[in-house]
Every structure is written in C-alpha cells, then in structure tokens.
C-alpha cells in the first residue's frame, strides 16, 4: 500500500485548518441550498394549489424542459450540462412525487 509521507505536525496543523476553513464554506454553501430548496418547496406548494383550483394538470413537460435548458444555459461550471440535468430531474421528480396530494409531508 502506499503511502503519502508524513509532512510532520506543521504540515499537519495546515492541512487541518485548511481543511477547516473548506469545510465551514461547504457547510455555509449547504445551508444556502437548503434554504433555497425550502423556498422553492414553498412555490411549488402553491403553483399546485393554483393548479389544483382551476382543474390544471400539475405536470408541464414544457415547463420541466423549460427549466433544466435554462439551467444548463446559466451553468458557469465545473458542473457539465449533463451533471445539471440529472440533478435538477432528480428534484423536479422529487418535488412533485412529495407534493402530491395525499403525500406525506
């Protein structure tokens, strides 16, 4: 097995603070997701009960594929166009699979 040689304990003291300092952004950056995700839920809430009083079919493949070219159109990277789609399908799914009527919540 090989192994990376030992930088000593100040190598170790920086690789963990700098380890520190990435791990404080990534967890700033997931809390901003979250709280986007939680916000878009809200508008998704109330598109389908928009939706739900005119007799409106709650599915627009338009607007799906509406969504995900606009996505990867905006995309600066390093996400490629297809990493864009598969995740944003993947909550455009989960979204309405979760709001459903008579879904869990």
Known sequence: M?????????GKEVL???????????DDVDLQILRGLNARAVLVSEVYALKR?????????DRTDEILERLVRENTG???????????????TYFLQRFTPGAER
């Open 2 to 10: 090989n192994e990376i040689p030992s930088a000593g304990e100040a």
């Open 16 to 26: 963990e603070g700098a380890l520190r300092q990435l791990r404080k952004r990534i």
């Open 53 to 61: 009083s005119h007799r409106v079919q709650r599915l627009d493949r």
């Open 78 to 92: 390093p996400l490629t166009a297809s990493d864009v789609r598969d995740l944003y399908s993947s909550m455009l």
